[in-house]
């Protein structure tokens, strides 16, 4: 179970954006981190898996666990040597690289399954097999998402986190993605979805949060969050 208790976070020069966040990402659970953007969910996600100190923020209070291990103050490279892998928004593959080079370089903290993994992707990905020696530049917005997250799979994570994974996506792909999500996660890898589209979020998770000004202010299984609106969330009780 990943659990983040009492977390604040700050950004140098600001005050804090994240006040006092209990979450819960049961194991092999799908939980979902709804709400509006600049609501936190960027910086929670960063909070897990170290990237803060990367743009200027910090954890000034609070814990996070891996089943009972502090991540708390790790590097990135211990924390996805720990099991968190992370799906950045906005994808952030290298252009330059080729879509195998790619996915390889998501192994970079975990060899000793390659092939596995690597299999596992284009299993899960057939299209990316099929052009798995063209750059990341040449491909199509539909194959980018998919690439991203088969980078973050070469790790073998024990849980996942994604950062607005439907960005950029029509209907049909997003449908298609959330398919993808369901099976990887049947497949015993627990997820934590940072989304604005309920469209995606709500029909694939367990478990739901609703942050809105850096505050957690919906806690609430995913099927009794049907008819949220997320820019009312702030106004939720």
Known sequence: MLAVHDLEVGYDGCGPVLHGIELQVAKGRITVLLGPDGAGKTTLLRAVSGLLGLHDGAITRGTIELNGSPLTGLAPGGIIRHGVGQVLEGRRICAELT?????????????????????RVYELFPRLHGVRKRTADRLPVRDREPLAIGRALMSDPAVLLLDEPSL?????????LAQTLIEINDQGTTMLLAERN????????????????????VDRPAAELGDLRIDEAGRRE
């Open 168 to 176: 950029g996506l029509d209907p049909d792909q997003v449908g298609e």
């Open 99 to 119: 879509v195998e080079e790619n996915l390889r370089l998501g192994a970079h903290t975990n060899h000793s399954h390659l092939k596995e993994n690597l299999d």
């Open 198 to 217: 309920t469209a995606l979020a709500l029909p694939v998770a367990n478990h739901g949060y609703v942050l809105a000004d850096g505050k957690i202010v």
